[in-house]
């Protein structure tokens, strides 16, 4: 779907209602679908404001704009008018159709690289910023498989569980969208500069937030609510009882998404949160097909190219090999080691009993199914598989 480009007053006008202090998008909307445009709404009589919607939100419509309200015009004009960049309203038929269906949908979108992505069916993979090295395996694994299946991977570029989800997608076929609590010139976390060049690439990053807006506390929920909107079904990996991924699963499930979770060891404080979910009604699943067969999506078409970058990708297969295969080779006391630590972390006081076997001996063991790639060494001196059978 093409964006219709709109003229400086026209952006002028979005621009001031979407700032205004106070207007909320729900509000906006009823005073959009009442007097049409906001070129319209702005020339409307504050009674006429007032009678539709209440005097606050009138006051705040026919507001002076700020003193810069000037120089932010102008920036979103650069902004919008350089390459790989899209400026969609709610009126634009470009807009992305599933936040249609939003009670609040933002008025005013930002976009950075492939706007077409925001109406292909998409899967969300959030979890926590603290991600297990097995957990960030797993998002990486499912997430490559969905964009393989054809569906464009959702997430908010955030450290940990986001991160891995989104270089997971952009291996595959589909892509990714990370939706941002930032304005969309702006990078947080900062060490992800390299990983955001690639999805506006390849994929999209989509802002509701005016350019220059830098990352604050309130603004997540603001986005998970977004990538909730945005998607067909939402799967948590990993996550605390306290988390934001909970709050993407509670509002998909209040728009009528599917929401999945991984689970995991009764031990582990990032299953909780799955758990949880899983008890409240969330589907559980072990492996990418779980998911798309969910979803009534079939298993990874041919290899071909990736509609947005044009690049030729291969895809991967959609599980890791069986544990046995790749144990075959393990001598006996790697084995049963590796057998001791079982799909939950353990500390090595844990291990030696349950191996009896002596402290060098254990070390030395460890230490090469850490460098076979078997298992992985956690903080705390923990040890978790590097990859768990099927």
């Given at each position: 779907?093409?964006?219709?480009?709109?003229?400086?007053?026209?952006?002028?006008?979005?621009?001031?209602?979407?700032?205004?202090?106070?207007?909320?998008?729900?509000?906006?909307?009823?005073?959009?679908t009442?007097?049409?445009?906001?070129?319209?709404?702005?020339?409307?009589?504050f009674?006429?404001?007032?009678?539709?919607?209440?005097?606050?939100?009138?006051?705040?419509?026919?507001g002076?704009?700020?003193a810069?309200?000037?120089?932010?015009?102008?920036?979103?004009?650069?902004?919008?008018?350089?390459?790989?960049?899209?400026?969609?309203?709610?009126?634009?038929?470009?807009?992305?159709?599933?936040?249609?269906?939003?009670?609040?949908?933002?008025?005013?979108?930002y976009?950075?690289?492939?706007?077409?992505?925001?109406?292909?069916?998409?899967?969300?993979?959030?979890?926590?910023?603290?991600?297990?090295?097995?957990?960030?395996e797993?998002?990486?694994?499912?997430?490559?498989?969905?964009s393989?299946?054809g569906?464009?991977?959702?997430?908010?570029?955030?450290?940990?569980?986001?991160a891995a989800?989104?270089?997971?997608?952009?291996?595959?076929?589909?892509?990714?969208?990370?939706?941002?609590?930032?304005?969309?010139?702006?990078?947080?976390?900062?060490?992800?500069?390299?990983?955001?060049?690639?999805?506006?690439?390849?994929?999209?990053?989509?802002?509701?937030?005016?350019?220059?807006?830098?990352?604050?506390p309130?603004?997540?929920?603001?986005?998970?609510r977004?990538?909730?909107?945005?998607?067909?079904?939402?799967?948590?990996?990993?996550?605390?009882?306290?988390?934001?991924?909970?709050?993407?699963?509670?509002?998909?499930?209040?728009?009528?998404?599917?929401?999945?979770?991984?689970?995991?060891?009764?031990?582990?404080?990032l299953?909780?949160?799955?758990?949880?979910?899983i008890?409240?009604?969330a589907?559980?699943?072990?492996?990418?097909?779980?998911?798309?067969?969910?979803?009534?999506?079939?298993?990874?078409?041919?290899a071909?190219?990736?509609?947005?970058?044009?690049?030729?990708?291969?895809p991967l297969?959609l599980?890791?090999?069986?544990?046995?295969?790749?144990?075959?080779?393990?001598?006996?006391?790697?084995?049963?080691?590796?057998?001791?630590?079982?799909?939950?972390p353990?500390?090595?006081?844990?291990?030696?009993a349950?191996?009896?076997?002596?402290?060098?001996?254990?070390?030395?063991?460890?230490?090469?199914?850490?460098?076979?790639?078997?298992?992985?060494?956690?903080?705390?001196?923990r040890?978790?598989r590097?990859?768990?059978?099927?």
């Amino acid at each position: 779907m093409q964006s219709i480009a709109k003229t400086d007053q026209e952006v002028a006008a979005w621009l001031r209602l979407t700032m205004a202090p106070g207007l909320k998008p729900a509000v906006l909307r009823i005073l959009l679908t009442r007097f049409g445009l906001p070129e319209a709404v702005l020339g409307q009589p504050f009674e006429s404001l007032a009678r539709v919607t209440d005097e606050t939100s009138a006051r705040a419509a026919l507001g002076a704009p700020g003193a810069d309200f000037a120089a932010q015009l102008d920036g979103v004009l650069a902004w919008r008018d350089a390459p790989g960049n899209t400026l969609l309203a709610l009126d634009d038929p470009a807009y992305p159709p599933a936040l249609l269906t939003m009670p609040d949908p933002p008025p005013l979108l930002y976009v950075k690289g492939h706007p077409a992505l925001l109406h292909t069916r998409s899967v969300a993979v959030v979890g926590s910023r603290s991600a297990t090295p097995q957990g960030a395996e797993d998002a990486r694994r499912f997430a490559h498989a969905f964009s393989d299946a054809g569906l464009v991977v959702v997430s908010g570029l955030a450290l940990g569980i986001d991160a891995a989800a989104h270089r997971g997608a952009l291996a595959g076929l589909a892509g990714t969208v990370a939706v941002v609590g930032t304005g969309a010139d702006v990078v947080y976390p900062p060490a992800h500069h390299g990983l955001a060049q690639e999805i506006a690439a390849s994929g999209a990053i989509l802002s509701e937030w005016p350019l220059g807006t830098p990352a604050r506390p309130a603004h997540f929920p603001q986005r998970n609510r977004l990538i909730a909107g945005l998607v067909n079904g939402v799967l948590i990996v990993e996550a605390a009882m306290r988390s934001g991924s909970l709050i993407t699963a509670r509002l998909a499930n209040e728009m009528g998404r599917d929401v999945f979770a991984l689970p995991g060891s009764i031990h582990a404080p990032l299953s909780r949160g799955c758990h949880r979910m899983i008890k409240q009604g969330a589907k559980l699943v072990e492996t990418p097909e779980d998911v798309l067969e969910e979803l009534g999506v079939s298993m990874a078409p041919p290899a071909g190219r990736n509609a947005a970058s044009g690049q030729r990708s291969l895809p991967l297969p959609l599980s890791a090999p069986p544990v046995d295969a790749a144990q075959s080779s393990l001598v006996p006391d790697a084995q049963r080691l590796l057998d001791a630590l079982g799909h939950a972390p353990a500390t090595l006081e844990i291990l030696a009993a349950r191996t009896e076997m002596d402290g060098s001996a254990l070390q030395s063991t460890l230490l090469q199914l850490e460098l076979s790639g078997h298992l992985s060494a956690l903080p705390g001196g923990r040890y978790v598989r590097a990859s768990h059978s099927r």
